[in-house]
C-alpha cells in the first residue's frame, strides 16, 4: 500500500489514460465470448476500468491504494471502485463473466499467488474467464535485485517482482482450461526509465 501510495502521488497518471496494447487485446477477446461482467484486481488510477466501462462492460475494480481510489474515481465514474487488497478477496457476492488482471499478479509472491487465484476461481461463474498479464523472463529487470524466492527479484523496496516462464504461467492456471498464451510487447515511457519496452506474457483461460 505504502509504495504504491507514493508512486501514485509523486506520478499521478504515470502509464497516461489510454489503455494499454494489453487491455485492446483482452477487449477483441472479451467480444468473441461474449463477456458482459468484469472484475479487475489492481485497478490502479483507473484507465482499464474506464475503458472497459465505457465500452458498456459491467466493471469492478479492487485497488490497494488510496491515492490509485482517489485518481480513478476522477477519471472513472461509471465503475464500481473498491479500496482493498486483491488478497482480501471477496468484498461482495457477486459473480463475475471474466477477470482482467494486468500486471498485479508478477508483484505477489508464490504463497500469495496460489490464494489469490483460488478467489478468482472462486469469484467466476460457470464456464467464466481469466486473462492477466505478468512479467516474462524476457524482461531486461529480470535477475536484479534480491532475489528473495525462485526467478523472483526485489529490486524496489517493497516490490518484489516475480518473472514467468510459459511452463510456470501454465503451471499456476492447471485447475482452469487454457485457450491461448502468448507474448505481449508494451511500449512506455515514463519516470526514471525513459522509453522502454516489457515483453509481457499472457494468458486466456476458462473455468471448467
Known amino acids: 500500500m505504502e509504495y504504491w501510495n507514493n508512486r501514485f502521488s509523486e506520478k499521478g497518471k504515470i502509464w497516461g489514460t489510454e489503455p494499454s496494447k494489453t487491455a485492446l487485446y483482452a477487449f477483441k477477446l472479451f467480444i468473441e465470448y461474449d463477456i458482459k461482467k468484469i472484475l479487475i484486481p489492481g485497478a490502479g488510477y483507473g484507465r482499464h476500468t474506464k475503458f472497459f ?3 458498456n462492460y459491467d466493471v469492478t475494480g479492487i485497488e490497494i491504494s488510496e491515492k490509485g481510489i ?20 471477496p468484498f ?13 499478479f508478477h508483484l505477489l509472491l508464490e504463497k500469495q499467488r496460489i490464494s489469490f487465484i483460488e478467489k478468482c476461481y472462486n469469484q467466476l461463474r460457470n464456464a467464466g474467464f481469466i486473462f492477466f498479464s505478468v512479467f516474462s523472463e524476457q524482461e531486461e529487470s529480470f535477475g536484479r535485485g534480491t ?18 516462464t510459459e511452463e510456470d504461467l501454465l503451471q499456476h ?3 482452469f482450461s487454457v485457450i491461448e498464451t502468448g507474448i505481449i510487447e508494451e511500449k512506455e515511457n515514463h519516470g526514471e526509465l525513459g522509453p522502454h519496452t516489457h515483453r ?8 471448467e
Not at 92 to 104: G, P, R, T, V
Not at 200 to 207: A, E, N, P, S, T
Open 200 to 207: 509481457l506474457r499472457y494468458i486466456f483461460v476458462k473455468k
Open 92 to 104: 461482495d457476492d457477486e459473480i463475475y463473466d471474466a477477470i482482467f488482471c494486468y500486471n498485479l
Open 53 to 55: 466501462s465505457i465500452h
Open 147 to 164: 532475489k528473495i524466492e525462485e526467478n523472483t527479484f526485489e529490486s524496489k523496496p517493497y516490490r518484489p517482482t516475480h518473472y514467468f
Open 173 to 175: 492456471f492447471y485447475a
Open 70 to 89: 482517489s485518481l480513478a474515481k476522477k477519471l472513472d465514474s461509471k465503475s464500481n471502485l473498491i479500496l482493498g487488497s486483491v488478497l482480501d478477496m
